[in-house]
C-alpha cells in the first residue's frame, strides 16, 4: 500500500512540474506591447490586448521584475488614473494632434471608453519619453537648424539634408513645429543660393 502511494505521488509530481512549466512559459512568452508610434490599428490592437491580460492569471513570481519598462508602465498608469476626465480628453487629443491623424481616423478613437483613453494617453506618454533617449542621440530640430545655418557644402550638406528628410517624416508633429518657420526659412534660402549658382 506504501508502494502505491509512493508511486501516487511520483506521478503526480512530474505533472505538478509539467504545469508549473506551463505557466512559466506563458509568462515568458507573454506579448509586451510596446508603442513606438501609434497608428489607429496598433491602439485598436492595443485595447483588444487589455481586454485579454485582464482574463490571464499574473506572471509567475520569477518574472515580477523582468523589466523597468514594465514598472514604469505601471507607474505611469497610477499616474493616469489621479488626473479628471477632463484632463485625460485634453491629453488625448494633444495625442490626437501629435500622431497626425485625420478628422476620419481620429472619429472611431474618440468614441472609447475613458478608462481605454487613458490608458491609451498613458501608453503614449510612456512611449515619448521611452524615445527622448533615443532622440538625444539623434538630431534634435535646433541642431538642424545649426547646421543649416553652418553653410555646409558637397557631402557635408548632402548628408545633413538626408538626415533632416529622415527625421521630418518619422518624428512626431511636435518635432516638425520645432524646427518650424526658421528650419523652413533656412532650406529655402539654401535651395535660392544653389539656384543662383547653377545660373551663374
Known amino acids: 500500500m506504501d508502494h ?6 511520483s506521478a503526480a509530481g512530474p505533472k505538478k512540474d509539467k504545469k508549473s512549466k506551463k505557466s512559466y512559459d506563458d509568462g515568458d512568452g507573454k506579448k509586451k506591447f510596446t508603442l513606438k508610434r501609434l497608428i489607429p490599428d496598433e491602439l ?3 485595447t483588444s490586448m487589455r481586454k485579454k491580460e485582464k482574463e490571464k492569471p499574473g506572471p509567475p513570481p520569477g518574472h515580477r521584475h523582468s523589466s523597468a519598462a514594465s514598472y514604469e508602465i505601471s507607474a505611469q498608469s497610477g499616474m493616469m488614473n489621479d488626473h479628471s476626465d477632463e484632463y ?9 494632434v501629435d500622431m497626425n491623424l485625420n478628422e476620419e ?3 472611431p478613437l474618440r468614441q472609447k471608453d475613458i478608462l481605454i483613453k487613458r490608458e491609451m494617453v498613458s501608453q503614449y506618454l510612456h512611449t515619448s519619453k521611452a524615445g527622448q533617449s533615443q532622440k538625444e542621440s539623434s538630431k534634435s530640430a535646433m541642431m538642424y537648424i545649426q547646421e543649416l545655418k553652418a553653410d ?5 550638406l548632402l548628408s545633413c539634408l538626408e538626415s533632416l528628410r529622415v527625421s521630418l517624416n518619422n518624428n512626431p508633429v511636435s518635432w516638425v513645429q520645432n524646427f518650424g518657420d526658421e528650419g523652413l526659412a533656412l532650406l529655402l534660402n539654401l535651395l535660392r543660393k544653389l539656384q543662383e549658382e547653377e545660373c551663374t
Do not use: H
Not at 502505491?4 to 505521488?9: L, N
Not at 485625460?88 to 490626437?96: N, R
Not at 555646409?152 to 557635408?156: C, G, K, L, M, T
Open 88 to 96: 485625460v480628453l485634453e491629453l488625448f487629443e494633444q495625442m490626437l
Open 44 to 46: 485598436e490592437r492595443f
Open 4 to 9: 502505491q502511494t509512493g508511486s501516487s505521488a
Open 152 to 156: 555646409y557644402r558637397d557631402s557635408q
Open 105 to 107: 481616423k481620429q472619429q
